[in-house]
């Protein structure tokens, strides 16, 4: 199996072999990234994604999203990425670069997830409350055990976790307690980036 981190020393030697394995391995070398974040996460500012254009190199490019929440690319200017997710983008993408290419294929994917957007808070009645760097499949377990567990002061079956969906605040309650020492695995709620767990003090 032909590797496809192939130098192009590498591909130079396919290409005096076999043309034609050259040609198919050819477009692999500009194969786009592997993302580190789900499909739903929202770019924010210090984020670096990159910016891939099908059959089109010299218009792919990594770039960091700037603390003003826009990137700028090969003829694409200072388009606003904070607050979309990688597909919202990469659709904006292609409608400005359909006045250049023809039928412009965009892929955006987020390689180093570093701004808030992509943090998930741990407030509260926890041992070291904190802001934990989000990331793929961390659930509520991952977040609390993070942070040291609950305080001995902390009524975990109070707990709330606070999500912003499409412009829209929810609280879903968590029983914290039944899920750390009772085991409920139904409490290990999948997070999201900007997701905020509040542990309330016990009442006494």
């Known amino acids: 199996m032909i590797r496809l981190n192939l130098s192009l020393l590498s591909l130079a030697f396919l290409w005096l072999s076999s043309p034609v394995l050259a040609a198919e391995v050819a477009p692999q070398l500009n194969a786009p990234a592997a993302s580190q974040v789900r499909e739903d996460y929202v770019i924010g500012p210090g984020d670096v994604i990159q910016v891939f254009v099908w059959r089109n190199p010299e218009l792919t490019v990594t770039v960091p999203v700037r603390p003003d929440g826009k990137v700028s690319t090969p003829l694409i200017e200072d388009m606003v990425a904070v607050g979309k997710n990688p ?8 409608k400005v670069l359909a006045e250049y290419v023809k039928s412009p294929q965009v892929n955006v994917i987020v390689t180093q997830p570093v701004s808030v957007f992509s943090q998930v808070k741990i407030m509260g009645q926890v ?15 991952d977040a609390i055990l993070s942070v040291g567990g609950l305080s ?27 899920l750390l020492e009772g085991g409920d695995m139904t409490q290990n709620i999948a997070l999201k980036p900007g997701d905020v767990i509040l542990i309330p003090e016990t009442r006494f």
């Open 152 to 178: 001995p002061f902390a009524a975990g079956n109070r707990a709330k976790l606070l999500r912003n969906e499409n412009g829209h605040a929810t609280s879903i309650p968590l029983k914290l307690q039944k």
């Open 127 to 141: 041992v070291r409350p904190q802001a934990l760097a989000f990331r793929d499949g961390m659930t509520v377990l």
């Open 87 to 94: 597909s919202a983008l990469a659709r904006d993408m292609e």
